[in-house]
């Protein structure tokens, strides 16, 4: 006889892990078929693990923040330093693109959660202005300013260089790897006070819990995968461009969560991929008003459906449940046979 508890842990973490590695690794066979083109698929997956963090800051502890680009971009030139003057291999360009992160996520971190509301969400687009022009002006000899950071090798693993289907093989297993320990963090103690914390944090705090460490933590879990995320994006396309940094960076990622279902994980994936496949696809069949179209959508979504695609889901569920309930329904006729 089986565990009820090994079954509700398959039911909520092996399963859907399971399904997401299943759709992510086929995406190079049946992403064609949609109109999708190489290397798309690729980038999607970079900013499934970039919406992951920023849905485990949000969604969680309902901590809006307007300045996640500050985590992808920097990471992003952290990466491309360390191929152009260290070494092409990209493990050491990981490694110190995540520890540069960390530490910056630490410092704005413990500036800033101690903020609630709109005074966080200004805050951190404000951090994320100030590296923006820090990387355009005084930084500029490094970042190459206007122009990006050029000119970097070919990043290789073990010394075989990283293309195609190796590239899109690294970045689904990074993919795949953050979507389990999210829904481990989810379902952890650890997540269960970020989720105290989006509920009532000073009921929390009267209980003896240390709120603002568990913020803290929140705070730099969200911005390392923001910083894998923009580390993969330079080892993908070996070029960092400026507005990894810019505050539409961290619009995107704020619309890709919403759209898809804050809070639920899944909801902000399925957003990442209909954002990129809008914008890279859906948007040559529309033409030049394709993000007026995107803003419509945008609108109607948030008026309609506030949950995002995950209420989307939820509403067609209920509404094939209800349908079914009438088709099994006994009609008066059988009620009579029957009695």
């Known amino acids: 006889m089986s565990d009820p508890g090994d079954t509700n842990a398959l039911r909520g973490e092996v399963l859907p892990v399971a399904i997401f590695a299943a759709i992510a690794l086929t995406m190079p066979l049946w992403f ?11 980038k999607i997956l970079i900013f499934v693990i970039f919406v992951l963090g920023f849905d485990l800051l949000l969604g969680f502890t309902g901590y809006l923040s307007f300045g996640h680009a500050a985590f992808f971009g920097t990471s992003a030139y952290t990466t491309g330093l360390t191929l152009l003057h260290f070494s092409a291999e990209i493990i050491p360009a990981m490694l110190m693109s995540v520890l540069v992160t960390f530490v910056l996520a630490l410092l704005i971190g413990l500036l800033l959660t101690k903020r609630t509301g709109i005074y966080f969400a200004i805050l951190t687009l404000a951090f994320a202005s100030m590296l923006y022009r820090a990387a355009l002006s005084i930084f500029s000899d490094w970042t190459g300013g206007d122009n990006g950071l050029t000119g970097l090798p070919t990043p290789v693993l073990f010394g075989q260089p990283l293309h195609d289907t190796p590239m899109f093989l690294l970045v689904a297993a990074f993919a795949i790897l953050g979507f389990w320990i999210a829904l481990r963090i989810a379902r952890s103690p650890f997540g269960l006070m970020l989720r105290a914390i989006k509920s009532n944090q000073e009921r929390l705090a009267y209980t003896g819990v240390d709120v603002s460490l568990y913020k803290l933590w929140g705070f730099i879990v969200s911005g390392l995968y923001g910083g894998v995320a923009g580390s993969l994006m330079v080892i993908y396309e070996p070029y960092v461009a400026t507005h990894f940094l810019h505050w539409t960076m961290s619009g995107e990622v704020v619309i890709m969560a919403v759209i898809g279902g804050v809070g639920t994980l899944i909801g902000p994936m399925i ?56 088709a099994d329904a006994p009609t008066p006729e059988e009620n009579d046979t029957h009695g």
């Not at 990442?272 to 033409?287: C, T």
């Not at 309609?304 to 569920?317: A, I």
């Open 271 to 326: 957003g990442a991929g209909f954002m990129m496949y809008f914008e890279n696809v859906a948007s040559a069949w529309i033409g030049e008003q394709w993000l007026l179209v995107l803003g419509l959508l945008f609108v109607l979504i948030m008026m309609y459906m506030p949950g995002g695609f995950m209420e989307g889901g939820r509403r067609l569920r209920a509404w094939f449940r209800h349908r079914r309930g009438i």
């Open 32 to 42: 064609p078929w949609i109109g999708g083109y190489s290397g798309l698929d690729t």
